[in-house]
């Protein structure tokens, strides 16, 4: 399976099967957390698969992920030091192990606001300068998905996405760019559209130049959304799955290219400049 094909198929799993992750895949799993750690803007991350034992399940549900989150066994946990672009860096990275966890056939679910940190920061330790944004579960989907499941997925509207026009922009926020004027970059450009957000607010907004291939990343903030986890700002790590949906596409595809920081002189309308691919 593709990376591109990985970010098309992938779904959120709030329903998990009996049947456990074959040790050989559970390996390749946990080197993959150690070994790819590499951020877009050099934050320190690592990430650990947490493994519940029987009497560790019943603890689960003092979490509050079990009131979502249903016969999920192991899950992946990651922190990130407290520095500028960490949210970013972290959802970059663990976007990467969700991927990952895809082409094995395993089902995930990004999980910011529906678990207590506390509980998983005992099972990982965790230092004073470093912060839990996200877990995940990790296990084969079961067969049918839940009720709970299946209200969440409605009430987040988890299969709609935002159109083209209300996500990328040509030179500046007064131009749409359209489908067919994207060239080469209308994959990574689709693949960022179809990407996972919190709560499915969508909130990366890309302004393309005109006369070069640089596409510049901006966050339109969703009002008193960042108040719903301190110090954890989750449309900051949307940003950061953006990106990782962009760049692996984009790379896939044979793009050249790399992430810059250096905000342009075009108008964005009071959005919050990110980063951009030149």
Same mark, same amino acid.
């Given at each position: 399976?593709?990376?591109?094909?990985? &970010?098309?198929?992938?779904?959120?799993?709030?329903?998990?099967?009996?049947?456990?992750?074959?040790?050989?895949?559970?390996?390749?799993?946990?080197?993959s957390l150690?070994?790819?750690?590499?951020?877009?803007? *050099?934050?320190? $991350?690592?990430?650990?698969?947490?493994?519940?034992?029987?009497? /560790? &399940?019943?603890?689960?549900? @003092?979490?509050?992920?079990?009131?979502? &989150?249903?016969?999920?066994?192991?899950?992946?946990?990651?922190?990130? /030091?407290?520095?500028?672009?960490?949210? /970013?860096?972290f959802g970059?990275?663990? /976007?990467?192990?969700?991927?990952?966890?895809?082409?094995? *056939?395993?089902?995930?679910?990004?999980?910011?606001?529906?678990?207590?940190?506390?509980?998983?920061?005992?099972? +990982?330790?965790?230092?004073?300068?470093?912060?839990?944004?996200?877990?995940?579960? $990790?296990?084969?989907?079961?067969? @049918?998905?839940?009720?709970?499941?299946?209200?969440?997925?409605? $009430?987040?509207?988890?299969?709609?996405?935002?159109?083209?026009?209300?996500?990328?922009?040509?030179?500046?926020?007064?131009? &749409?760019?359209?489908?067919?004027?994207?060239?080469?970059?209308? +994959?990574?450009?689709?693949?960022?559209?179809?990407?996972?957000?919190?709560?499915?607010?969508?909130?990366?907004?890309i302004i393309?130049?005109?006369?070069?291939?640089?596409?510049?990343?901006?966050?339109?903030?969703?009002?008193?959304?960042?108040?719903?986890?301190?110090?954890?700002?989750?449309?900051? $790590?949307?940003?950061?799955?953006?990106?990782?949906?962009?760049?692996?596409?984009?790379?896939?595809?044979?793009?050249?290219?790399?992430?810059?920081?250096?905000?342009?002189? +075009?108008?964005?309308?009071?959005?919050?400049?990110?980063?951009?691919?030149?």
């Amino acid at each position: 399976m593709t990376i591109i094909e990985s &970010i098309k198929i992938r779904r959120s799993c709030r329903s998990y099967g009996d049947r456990a992750i074959e040790p050989e895949k559970l390996a390749e799993l946990k080197h993959s957390l150690v070994t790819n750690t590499k951020t877009p803007f *050099g934050c320190k $991350v690592r990430f650990h698969l947490i493994d519940f034992n029987e009497m /560790e &399940i019943g603890a689960l549900k @003092n979490l509050t992920t079990y009131g979502v &989150i249903k016969g999920a066994r192991q899950f992946i946990a990651g922190t990130v /030091e407290k520095r500028p672009m960490a949210m /970013e860096d972290f959802g970059y990275s663990m /976007e990467r192990h969700i991927l990952k966890a895809t082409t094995m *056939g395993l089902g995930t679910c990004w999980l910011g606001g529906t678990f207590k940190r506390h509980g998983f920061a005992d099972k +990982i330790g965790i230092d004073a300068d470093e912060l839990l944004p996200a877990i995940s579960p $990790v296990g084969y989907p079961r067969k @049918n998905r839940s009720v709970v499941d299946r209200v969440f997925r409605y $009430v987040a509207a988890s299969d709609k996405r935002k159109p083209w026009n209300e996500l990328f922009y040509l030179h500046d926020t007064d131009h &749409i760019l359209d489908e067919q004027d994207s060239g080469a970059f209308k +994959i990574p450009l689709e693949c960022v559209r179809i990407a996972p957000s919190a709560s499915n607010k969508q909130p990366w907004r890309i302004i393309r130049e005109r006369s070069r291939d640089a596409f510049h990343f901006y966050l339109r903030r969703t009002p008193g959304y960042e108040n719903v986890v301190k110090y954890v700002k989750l449309q900051n $790590v949307d940003m950061g799955i953006a990106m990782c949906h962009f760049e692996l596409s984009a790379k896939e595809s044979g793009l050249k290219g790399g992430w810059n920081v250096n905000a342009p002189e +075009i108008r964005s309308a009071g959005m919050e400049y990110i980063a951009s691919w030149i």
